[in-house]
């Protein structure tokens, strides 16, 4: 709770592989590649990983982020908020950063979400950091992120002045 969980900022690749295999045209049968890649114009989502798994909620966005961007037929994403999701009421406040965390885990009501845990950075404040820049730069930004207790967001948003040298592709992908 509360994205205090460093292990699932350390398993990116596994959860981009996981979002890309079920959205890739290119990984389905011959026979409806087509129909797929036509018909998913966008994907919408709510906390895929930070819901039932108590997952960290601006993690897992960027993650969702980072591996729309390289599906080959380009769907929108559009990403739902919400301050009482079913699954770990109240964490998606974290996306909202200094403008409306806190006033969201008010709203939700759910007492084991602790405003206190609210960041600066927004997800408003990543699209625009990231918007413009290779994936690669934003999944080696996040392969480098730290640990709790600052949240993601605010650990990426130092790092913008350096993303013009996070272009290298890592060892090992491809």
Known sequence: ENNNCDVQRRHLVNDVSLWYRAF????????????????????????WGAGVWYGDSQ???????LATSLLSHRPQLDYYIYDHFCENPGNQCF????????????KSGVASISAARCGRASVQDMVQEFS??????LYNAL???GPPPTQVFDLLAPMAPRLGSMLQTPAGLP
């Open 24 to 47: 890739e045209p290119s990984l389905y049968a011959p026979a409806v590649r087509q129909a797929i890649a036509g018909a998913v114009k966008s994907i919408g989502t709510g906390p």
């Open 59 to 65: 993690q897992y966005f960027l993650a969702m982020w």
């Open 95 to 106: 996306v909202l950063g200094a403008q409306g965390c806190a006033a969201c885990v008010a």
């Open 132 to 137: 413009n820049k290779p994936a690669v730069a």
């Open 143 to 145: 392969s480098r992120v």
